[in-house]
Each structure stands twice: as structure tokens, then as C-alpha cells.
């Protein structure tokens, strides 16, 4: 009896992979109807719009996405590594990583939350942020330079007396912000000692912080997500929204990268495939020379091509899920597989739009936005030069 037949939505699904489970299945149902629902009829639009209506955090929360992951005592729902990257390549379904950007932005800010903010900070922060209620953000890079956190200039001086006495005066810029412009709560590094990484903290800003603004950013793909850069002038902040030790924020951040990484993975192999069936569809439909596009063998050679790219990604994304859940940190595939994944993502959208033809040149195809939105894909979260340095360290190549 043939049980999983070799179509390619079944090559494609990770809920068939060793170690996926019912639930597994479960989340992907629940998170595919919310997806097809709820978001994709609307992403072409909001991304004209330049922004998605606050509520869809509020819905978001309610399918059990935001959540995902994360702690019950806060609101959240536990789960393994697979799980969440079952839940990112659903997502990708909506075709807009714009939207993923800020409606998840919360994913790149509480881990240092949770880990190092101590349990009154976060029973204040996390539940609202889980609920959709409030938004949070992470503002790591500076103007100067995003790759070298190290030298981040954002000084955080201490204040001795007046009302927010024991903690600190925050003056500088954060540049390329995700939810930049309507979060609620930055977790915002700061140079509070020594230059290098052992002088950097984390501390929790408030939007209505007096000394905050903030400068929306025009961008080449993600219209929906919104981005921002913020400016710290004299900007107070009280001793206890400090998160994790005083100069030991680095390793904080460092250390926070690997989830990002893995997700933005998970997130541009999701695109990969949005662009290969895309593609598939379009050209069994469109007929050229007197045949459907998928006759002419270049061009189902191309879907091949893209099927073959992308196989490889996940079965890797599957193994690194494994590894963390058996308490590995592997820096160097996490490094490796963003990389591998995000050049996957630019070649199945590329040839993903040349089977589209002119249409997949036009506004409101998904392979169109997906297309203007592979650069943040090899950038963000640590440039594809910046990762492969890294990827060399871990493996004591230097
Ligand atoms: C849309 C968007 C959203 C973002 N959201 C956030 C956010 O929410 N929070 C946040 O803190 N940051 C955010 N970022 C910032 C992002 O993490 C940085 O853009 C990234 O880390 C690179 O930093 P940079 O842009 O300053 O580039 P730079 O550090 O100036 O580097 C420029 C280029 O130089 C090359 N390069 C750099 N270092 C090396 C090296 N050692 N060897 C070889 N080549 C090198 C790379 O090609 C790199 O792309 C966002 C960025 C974008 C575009």
C-alpha cells in the first residue's frame, strides 16, 4: 500500500519527517487554515499599505502563534525546535516577510528577556506581548555599523540622583528596527562600560520613554513590516529594566542570534517553496508555443531544479531541530543553513518570476514580493559574510 505518495506537497511537508509527531500535524493544520484564512487574501494589500492592522496580532495570539514556544506560566505554549520551524515555513504561506518581520518581532526580543529579566519584569512584559496586546522589539544595530556589535556607540551613563536614581541616562541611535515605529517595549543595547563586548547591557525601554523618537524607514521589500530607527536623547531608564547582568549583555545577544537565524532558515526555505509552486502552477496553465509551459523540458528542468535545492534544506533543518532538542547549540549549521537556505530563496525566486514571465514582474503575485525581499533575507539577523566567519571559528578553521 502506497502510504505517502511522491507528490510534492508531500516532499515539502516536515510533519512527514522522523521525529514529527500528531501534534506536529496538528499546529500545521490549525496554523494553515489561520494562514489561508486570515492573512494570505489580505498580504497584497497591506503590503500596498505599507502596514497590517494591529488586530491581526490580537488574532494571532488567539490561534496560538504568538505564543508558540514559550513558557505557559506567561501565557504561552511549549514546543520542540521542529514545531516552531513547522509553524515559520506556514507562515511563509502568505507569501509577505514583511509581515512575518513584525508580527513576529517579538521572537528576537524575549529570549534575553525570559532568560535574564528576572521574574517581575517579564510577569509584567511577557503575558501582554504573548496576548497581542503589546509589541516588542529588539534594537541592536547602530548606523555606524550592524555586523560589529562590539562597537556598538549607544552609551547608557548612570544616574545618581533624581527620580530614576540607580539607573541610567540613554543617548545614541538604533538603525533598521523591526516594529520600530509601533512597539511597545525595545529591549535596547547600550554601552554601559569598557569599549568591546564586555561593556554592552540590555536594558527595557518603554515607547512613551521621555527622549524616545523615532524615524520610519522606506525599504525595498517588507512594505508591511515596519521599520524604523530610534533616537535616544537623554532617554531615562529605571535600575530594574535592566535585563541580565550590568556589561554582560553581549553574550545575550550572541546568543539570541541563533534562534533568529534558525527561523530566518526555516523562513526562506518556506518562500523557496511558495516560488516553486507557484511557478508549477503557473506553468501548467500558461500554454507557449501551441503547449502548457511545463512541456518545454528547460522549464520543468527548472522545477526540478528548485525541488532538488530546496529537499536538502529542510531534511538539514530537520537534523539542527533534533540536535537542539538533544541539547546541542550548533552555531555553525544554524550559520551555514541561514546562508544555504537564504541563496535558495534568491535562486527559486529568480527563476520562479522568469516562469512568470512579465506577470511575475507585476505587483501582488507572491513570487513578485518574495522576489524584492531575498536581500533582507542575506543580510538581517547577520550578513552571509559576517555568518560564514563565524561558521569558520566554530569549526576551529581559525
Ligand atoms: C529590514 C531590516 C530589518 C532589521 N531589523 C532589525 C531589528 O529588528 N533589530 C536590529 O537590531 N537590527 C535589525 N536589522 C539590522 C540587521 O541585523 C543588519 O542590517 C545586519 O546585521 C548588517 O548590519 P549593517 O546593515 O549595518 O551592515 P554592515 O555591518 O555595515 O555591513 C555591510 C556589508 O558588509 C559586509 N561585511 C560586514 N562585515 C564583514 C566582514 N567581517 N567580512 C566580510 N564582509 C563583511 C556584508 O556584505 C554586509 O552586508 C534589520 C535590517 C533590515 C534590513
Known sequence: MNRDPDTLANCFDLTRSAGATGEHRQLRDALRRFVDGE????????????????????????????????????????????????????????????????????????????????????????????????????????????????????????????????????????????????????????????????????????????????????KTGWWCSDTAALHFDDCPVDADRLVGPLDGGFPLIMNNFNGERLMMAAQAIGFAIVCCEDALAWARERRTFGQPLVAHQVIRHKLVRMVDAILPVLAWLAQVAARIERGDAPVAEISLVKNHAARVMRDCADEAVQILGGAGYMRGTRVERIYREVKVMMIGGGAEEVLNDLAARQLGML
Open 39 to 218: 492573512l494570505a487574501p489580505h498580504a497584497a494589500a497591506w503590503d500596498e499599505a505599507g502596514e497590517f492592522p494591529r488586530d491581526v496580532y490580537r488574532q494571532a495570539a488567539q490561534v496560538g502563534l504568538l505564543g508558540l514556544g514559550y513558557p505557559a506560566e506567561f501565557g504561552g505554549t511549549p514546543c520542540d525546535t521542529l514545531a516552531r520551524i513547522i509553524a515559520t515555513i506556514e507562515l511563509t504561506r502568505a507569501g509577505s516577510g514583511g509581515l512575518i518581520a513584525s508580527l513576529m518581532s517579538h521572537t528576537i526580543m524575549l529570549g534575553p528577556l525570559l532568560k535574564a529579566g528576572g521574574p517581575a519584569l517579564c510577569a509584567r512584559i511577557v503575558p501582554r506581548i504573548l496576548a497581542g496586546e503589546a509589541i516588542g522589539a529588539l534594537a541592536v544595530t547602530e548606523a555606524s555599523g550592524g555586523s560589529d556589535v562590539a562597537r556598538m556607540t549607544t552609551r547608557a551613563t548612570p544616574l545618581s540622583e533624581g527620580p530614576h536614581a540607580g539607573g541610567w541616562r540613554l543617548n545614541g541611535s538604533k538603525m533598521f528596527i523591526t516594529s520600530g515605529m509601533r512597539a511597545d517595549h525595545y529591549l535596547v543595547a547600550a554601552r554601559t562600560g569598557e569599549p568591546g563586548a564586555r561593556g554592552i547591557s540590555l536594558l527595557l525601554v518603554d515607547r512613551d520613554a521621555p527622549g524616545l523618537s523615532r524615524t520610519p524607514l522606506a
